[in-house]
């Protein structure tokens, strides 16, 4: 399970570093991949499969599933770090999650995500979190 937040900035070729803490439980070669609410996800290979598994049973005959596939397949990425931790963020993925330089890598139980600081600290500041966890509350998540 992926857990806590890590600032970080890209290099001049649009390599970031990935935290230890992270990149031992990734494995040698992970994928990154275009995610919800502007931001990218990293998945191990072993969450990645499975999660690819349950798109690739999405009914190609119904739009909005193909949609859905597309969008996760069409902006994967597999990755593996150099020897000091970093990965390259292609373009195209960047440009999908606003990121220009300084960016959050956030852990999300079964993945890490890359958000753009400011995109992430607009998300953080949102008023909507007391309608979010009054919803929750319904669903039985209290905190």
Known sequence: MYMGEFSHSLDSKGRMT????????????????RSLDNCLCIYDMNSWEKFSEQLSSLAYSVKDQRTFTRFFFSGEAEVEP?????????QALRAAAKIEKDVVLVGAGSRVEIWSKDVWEEALSSDAMSDIAEAMAEKGIMI
């Open 82 to 90: 150099d020897k000091m931790g970093r990965i390259l963020i292609p």
């Open 18 to 33: 990935i935290p230890a803490k992270f990149r031992n439980s990734l494995g040698e070669r992970f994928v990154v991949t």
